[in-house]
């Protein structure tokens, strides 16, 4: 394995450094040649970094033997790709802060791949499943890959779809590999293991947090060329993915509700705010399989 990768999958497993901490870093040291050297204290100071968490990083990054994990790793089958290799996703790589490392199991040629984002409420129903039935198998035929978060409700569904009617599909994690969230869904991630593709910015021992799915949204709109949202309330941390899609200049459609159901809120208020509404696979398509 290269040395500079090696470099920045053991700068993503130093205890204590968000993501912003780390694009900074590899701002200052692309090449993370100068990091060791400078005083702790400059570091610290660049850093913004509490005492006793910046003494936690450090410590990882003078002693921490990476060794270990890239054995077992190799071991689960787990593949990392550095920003800087020609296998990392070219759509994310141009959006605003793209993670340096990205962990995979499963057929990463995917990455590769025109792709749709898929996503909705936790609390999705039958309208959502009736909708990605009615809207995916079209845009399948055309080769394009799901992109959902593997989440309970819209999520799941979604991948479901993509599976169901014989297209392919990649769950993109808030955690790390050897903590699926939500456990329900395990069984789905060792399908989508198969065939498909498992996707996380994280290390395969990250505990789910409540923070890093919103994060993790970035990523689910980094990779697609567009952004489906089936069912949501008006706060659905969906929304938040469309947001992502909307500053990295992606399209936004939404599958229009009943006015009366809370989980339609949501997507109504995105059509009023610009996206498109849907009602067939023809009214995605057109805009990203525009004629020629």
């Known amino acids: 394995m290269e040395p500079l990768k090696i470099k920045y999958i053991h700068l993503d497993h130093c205890r204590g450094i968000s993501r912003g901490q780390k694009m900074k870093i590899l701002e200052f040291d692309p090449l993370l040649e100068k990091i060791c050297r400078i005083p702790p204290e400059t570091l610290r100071a660049m850093l913004q970094m509490q005492k006793e968490t910046f003494e936690r990083f450090y410590e990882d990054l003078l002693h921490l033997d990476i060794n270990p994990y890239l054995t077992l790793y190799r071991e689960k089958q787990i593949r990392m790709t550095a920003r800087f290799e020609p296998e990392y996703p070219p759509l994310l790589k141009e959006t605003y802060q793209p993670p340096a490392i990205l962990y995979s199991i499963g057929n990463i040629s995917l990455l590769k791949k025109r792709a749709l984002a898929v996503v909705g409420s936790r609390k999705a129903g039958s309208y959502a499943e009736k909708a990605a039935d009615h809207l995916l198998p079209p845009l399948i035929e055309k080769q394009f890959t799901i992109v959902s978060g593997l989440a309970r409700g819209a999520d799941a569904i979604a991948h479901r779809a993509a599976m169901k009617f014989g297209g392919k599909t990649i769950a993109v994690l808030g955690s790390g590999f050897f903590h699926i969230y939500p456990r329900e869904n395990t069984g789905m991630a060792e ?102």
């Open 191 to 292: 399908k989508i293991k198969q065939g498909h593709l498992l996707l996380s910015e994280y290390p395969p021992f990250t505990r789910p947090e409540k923070w890093r799915f919103p994060e993790r949204n970035r990523i689910i709109s980094g990779i697609s060329e567009g952004v489906l949202v089936l069912q949501a309330e008006k706060r659905s941390g969906s929304l938040i993915t469309a947001d992502y899609a909307l500053q990295e200049g992606r399209e936004v459609f939404s599958v229009p509700g009943n006015v009366l159901d809370s989980l339609s809120e949501g997507t109504n208020h995105l059509i009023q705010q610009g996206a498109k509404l849907v009602t067939c696979s023809g009214d995605i398509l057109e805009e990203l399989l525009p004629a020629r």
